[in-house]
């Protein structure tokens, strides 16, 4: 730049007025990605033919030519708008090229052009600058604007001269300062021809500004990019050089940390006593990981491999208790009824303690039985696999399964990958800490599946006994044997599931509960636990049995005791508030001295008007209408049919959400009863009238064959004009020949009609020995009639003569 300030103060000025070049014709200085500004002097060397012939040319005229970029594969043309550059020094080299500095004089567009050989001669118009206006307060505020932003600019990128910064600074006009500017800011091509070719002055230096602002603002995230990255830095090497002096400390004292946590490491593995294999293994991986750097990735991830090996039980065991009376006692205290699970289990105790005599030896090398408890919400499954644990002496872990849809999630992730870790199945044995837990897989049919694999097909290994002695983990690499794990599974249904699945487990159905299995329970178990939650276990608190029963009919209807439960608690956050407004809880009134007794008549007081009222609702006879039960995943219903008869052509209407197997189980009732239609004095004609049934509740779907007698039975009221006999509650699948079949889920359903204030029930005759299965307090509170075939049906329920046969 001196030597530019030199030739500057060498050259005469030819001409005062350099702005009067319209109509005159230049020689034209083709450029590649250079843009050019007046007021600028600018040094290049000339190495091309066109640019030699345009300085030649120029050099014979009066040393001024007009330079313009050249477009990007434009095959050869420029843009539009350029500068007029006076040539201020030039020097002709041995190989005919030039070295020259350029003066920029004004900015100019081209009118008109003509090439003459390699020599392209242009006539131009100038690009008015405003340097004549008078300049306004608000100019000169831009400009002090322009000004402050390119000096913070040029502190940013360190590559703009003292000289551009005086000559920025001294600017008088603003076609002067943005010419200046606009020449030292690194920009793409593109951008500063629009800055070259604006006409208005005050919006070229508000675009300058805007520009300039942008381009501080990327500076300012990257210089704050840069110091977080160089803290960083600064802070991983200070850590390294303090770790490598400790190390040096730890050898001249004659010990290494680090290789002294191996030892422990190694230790740790060798006092768990795995197998061979996964000795082996392990010394392989400790051999790699000294050799590591202890910071470096891979010395973490075979640190937490090694860890893992470490950890897992291979073989610890719990003793398994073997007093079959002390185990039948833990089932009996912790669980009402449920005979068929606990008896299972202490068939396992027994088989299990016989094996361990014969073999010498606790616990024995058998195959442990894969259960799997099916049942209605708030039946107790999971609690229940908590007691069977306990019953026998065995460590007990859950894993929840709803909704898992990642196959690594059972089986585990390659320790390659960041954050990798074992399956839940080994993470549940590593928090057991022994070999033989009792591991719950709760809710295994809410399982999902997708793109990333089907848990349920991982499970296959893991519930097998065949298999599941060398069970891998894709974490571990290595074989573990589940096989002395006692797996439990909870469902709330079966369809789910697929059957390769289901045929490894032993399927035990925990059945609904009556009413007589709920008021005990209410009393033992539930009341003494929610006066505890919520701080009345030392107040006088009790309720009647038969407010008990009220809460069970008119404020709760499942089949399990979490609704019941949830109802206990109102009443006792109730009686809580009650007795702190009554001044208990104090030194003056002890809360032990608090007492209540809850009839039930307070229960209206306490819990809000009835919910339910089932002796009003299905008590009450109307024609074409008749009550079938049906079995759900959240226990037995009540199915309302009704059915509406109209003049016709014997078609068949069903709605109601209702599925395809029932409305097969529609068509068999109309098809069964339009063949057995001479044997009944019918009121409407099958042929000539057409059948809308609906089964209420249309937002819920519903679907099976059991529904096909209670359809057959709506029909025929609708047919015969009569209601059937009031109280009767029925289920069973219908053939085309008039046969009624077995059904499942027998409990749920006589507990369903139970809890609707039904007095009689209809069942399959093929179901008797179900029937003589259930307990006596649930068979005391109905009257059943087992029937072979529908015309039976229609007679008990049609008594003479409204049936005629």
Known sequence: ????????????????????????????????????????????????????????????????????????????????????????????????????????????????????????????????????????????????????????????????????????????????????????????????????????????LETILETLEKENEIFGIQRTISAQVKIRMEKNQREYVLHEQLKEIHKELGRDQGEDDLRELEKAIELKAPREEVLHKARKELVRLRKLQPLSPEAGILRGYLEWIAELPWNEASQDAGDLREAKAILDANHLALQKPKERILEFIAVHHLMALDQEQLPPRGKAPILCFVGPPGTGKTSLGKSVAQALGRRFVRISLGGLRDEAEIRGHRKTYVGALPGKILQALRRAGTVNPVLLLDEIDKLASDFRGDPAAALLEVLDPEQNSTFTDHYLELSYDLSQVLFITTANSLHTLAYPLLDRMEIIEIPGYGEHEKLPMAQRFLLPKVRTEHGLDRAQIAFTDEAVRAIIRYWTMESGVRGLERELARCIRRIARDALEQGYGTQEKPL?????????????????????????????????????????????????????????????????????????????????????????????????????????????????????????????????????????????????????????????????????????????????????????????????????????????????PAVEV
């Open 1 to 204: 730049m001196n030597l530019l300030s030199v030739l500057k103060g060498n050259v005469k000025e030819k001409s005062k007025d350099r702005t009067s070049g319209a109509g005159e014709d230049f020689p034209l200085l083709p450029l590649r990605e250079l843009v050019l500004f007046p007021h600028t002097t600018t040094p290049m060397f000339i190495t091309y033919k066109l640019g030699m012939a345009a300085v030649s040319e120029a050099l014979r005229r009066d040393m001024r030519l007009f330079a313009a970029c050249l477009k990007v594969q434009e095959g050869g043309e420029t843009y539009p708008s350029g500068s007029v550059m006076c040539i201020v020094q030039h020097l002709r080299l041995p190989d005919h090229t030039f070295r020259v500095v350029l003066r920029g004089e004004y900015r100019a567009t081209i009118a008109s052009s003509s090439k003459q050989h390699d020599l392209a001669l242009v006539r131009v118009e100038p690009i008015p600058g405003g340097e004549a206006d008078p300049l306004s307060s608000e100019t000169i505020a831009l400009m002090r604007s322009v000004q402050k932003s390119f000096v913070q600019y040029g502190e940013f990128t360190k590559k703009v001269g003292t000289e551009t910064f005086a000559a920025v600074e001294k600017a008088e006009t603003p076609e002067q300062l943005a010419n200046l500017i606009c020449n030292a800011l690194i920009l793409k091509v593109e951008r500063k021809i629009v800055l070259l070719s604006m006409e208005d002055p005050r919006g070229r």
């Open 592 to 800: 032990p001295s608090f007492a209540r007794t809850v009839d039930r008549d307070a229960l209206e007081t306490l819990l809000g008007r009835r919910k339910y009222k089932p002796e009003l609702l299905f008590k009450e006879t109307h024609l074409g209408v008749c009550y079938g039960l049906a079995w759900t995943e959240t226990g037995g219903v009540l199915l309302p049919v009704e059915t509406s008869c109209f003049e016709g052509t014997g078609e068949l209407l069903i709605t109601g959400n209702v599925g395809e197997v029932m409305k097969e189980s529609g068509s068999i009732a109309v098809s069964y009863l339009r063949s057995v239609q001479d044997r009944y004095a019918f009121k409407e004609d099958l042929g000539k009238s057409n059948f809308h049934v609906h089964v209420p509740e249309g937002a819920i779907p519903k679907d099976g064959p059991s529904a096909g007698i209670t359809l057959a039975v709506s029909l025929f009221s609708a047919l015969y004009h009569r209601p059937p006999q009031p109280g009767f509650a029925m289920t069973g699948e219908l053939t085309l020949t008039g046969r009624v079949l077995p059904i499942g889920g027998l409990k749920e359903k006589l507990l369903a009609a139970l809890r609707n204030g039904m007095e009689q029930v209809v069942l399959p005759q093929d179901n008797e020995e179900d029937w003589a299965d259930l307990d006596q307090e649930l068979k005391a509170a109905l009257q059943v009639h087992f029937v072979e075939t529908a015309p039976a049906v229609f007679t008990l329920l049609f008594p003479s």
